[in-house]
Structures are given as C-alpha cells and as structure tokens.
C-alpha cells in the first residue's frame, strides 16, 4: 500500500525559507514520477514541482522557477523553497504514481499525502 507522508510545512515570514519532505513507502518508485502540488482558500489544486524516481528530470511552475527546488534522496522526496512570498500561502500535498514522463495535471496522480500548511506573511 502506497503511503506518502508530508512535513516542514510552518509559519515563514515573506523572503524566508522552508524545506518540506515526503517520505514515500509501500513499494519500489524506480518507474515512478512524484510532485508536489499546493492549494490555497477558494482556489484549485495546482502543480509546482516534478521529479522523475529513476532519471535527472525536473519540472517548474512557472511562478516557482529559481525559488523551489525539488530534489529526492532514498525514498524521501524534497522541496527547498526559497525567497517565500505570501501568494506561496497554502496546503503542500506530495503525490506519485507511475509514469515515464512528467506529469503536471492534478488528476493523473492516485497516490497523495495528507497536506503540510505552508503560511507565508508579509
């Protein structure tokens, strides 16, 4: 049973940082890609970053680029965000499933973790 369970998500003045983690179990990921999404008040579920398992891959959001680093060591998954701004307010879900490319749309994914808050202010 797949299993992802997010952390580092808190309370950061704008122009700070936090690291969020996603520890992934139930299975081998070598053929899988994993994400994280975020979601704020009233709005939809949005992509902000991708990671292939198995190959040096990555993908941005456009609103996130040269602030947000995705990274994975072993089975934990990393986002490292930087220069924080209070539009970055939100829940940060990890999600994963298997795929040879990366995949940016919210409902491809059937694996999701349960959310870390993430509250920037200004």
């Known amino acids: 049973q797949v299993q992802l369970v997010e952390s580092g998500g808190g309370l950061v003045q704008a122009g700070g940082s936090l690291r969020l983690s996603c520890a992934a179990s139930?299975?081998?990921?070598?053929?899988?890609?994993i994400a994280w999404f975020r979601q704020a008040p009233g709005k939809e579920r949005e992509f902000v970053a991708g990671?292939?398992?198995?190959?040096?891959d990555t993908r941005y959001a456009d609103s996130v680029k040269g602030r947000f680093t995705i990274s994975r060591d072993k089975n934990t998954v990393y986002l490292k965000m930087n220069a924080l701004k209070p539009e970055d307010t939100a829940v940060y879900y990890c999600?994963?499933?298997?795929?040879?490319?990366?995949?940016?749309?919210?409902?491809?994914?059937?694996?999701w973790g349960q959310g870390t808050q993430v509250t920037v202010s200004s």
């Open positions: 990671i292939r398992w198995s190959v040096i």
């Open positions: 139930g299975r081998t990921f070598s053929n899988d890609v």
């Open positions: 999600a994963v499933d298997r795929s040879t490319v990366l995949v940016v749309d919210a409902k491809f994914y059937r694996y």
